[in-house]
């Protein structure tokens, strides 16, 4: 499958959205043929390399992106939101004038156990509500809630979008073997996230009581 490229210093899981602002003359060209003809782009971190000017290098595991808003603006940038679908594997790099292109093999993450994923689903979950909860007490902030993705799969994507990592850690998950696995590397990141929020807030306390 030919696709072309937009690296970015983001990492996209299937089902996200990814809002995005087109200024470059290169991206708005691809954009427009994207909206045009209807068809999907890639979407790849970003390994070395910048995302205005000059060519960057990508990481051989991205996500396709459906465009599902556009705003044209008068001096012909672009406001656009996409969606994540598929994960993909570069084959190889076509070209990167205009733009990188690329020769893909879609693939999506594996469901190889669905009592698995849907028992690791159900623990992170949990902890999510329990980060969560963390997080509004260490706002300030009580009552608030956030509905979850019910199915586990979506539920996964979601989590490794709205954990706090950088992209590298993200990458990492996106590149994971199975959703099963994705879901087990979160349950780790969250225990992480889970302790460095507790030992922040009993620290926060200790400074109130002294």
């Known amino acids: 499958m030919q696709l072309d490229l937009f690296p970015l210093h983001t990492v996209l899981f299937p089902h996200m959205r990814l809002p995005l602002h087109i200024f470059e003359p290169r991206y708005r060209v691809m954009i427009r043929a994207c909206i045009d003809e209807e068809r999907p782009f890639g979407v790849a971190l970003i390994r070395s390399g910048d995302e205005v000017g000059g060519p960057a290098e990508p990481h051989p595991v991205g996500t396709t992106a459906r465009i599902t808003q556009h705003e044209t603006l008068p001096d012909g940038r672009m406001n656009i939101e996409a969606v994540g679908e598929e994960r ?20 999506a993450m594996p469901v190889t156990d669905p009592r698995q994923m849907a028992s690791l689903a159900a623990s992170v979950r949990e902890d999510y509500r329990k980060a969560l909860r963390l997080t509004l007490e260490l706002q300030g902030a009580f009552g608030t809630h956030e509905e979850l993705p019910r199915d586990p799969e979506r539920f996964a994507y979601f989590t490794a979008s709205a954990l706090p990592a950088t992209a590298s850690t993200r990458q990492n998950l996106l590149e994971s ?15 992480r996230l889970l302790r460095d929020l507790r030992e922040l807030l009993e620290t926060r306390q200790n400074s109130r009581l002294n």
């Open 88 to 107: 993909f594997r570069i084959d190889a790099l076509e070209q990167q004038e205009p733009h990188l292109t690329a020769s893909v093999t879609l693939d």
């Open 177 to 191: 073997p199975s959703v099963e696995e994705l879901l087990a590397r979160e349950a780790k990141l969250m225990q």
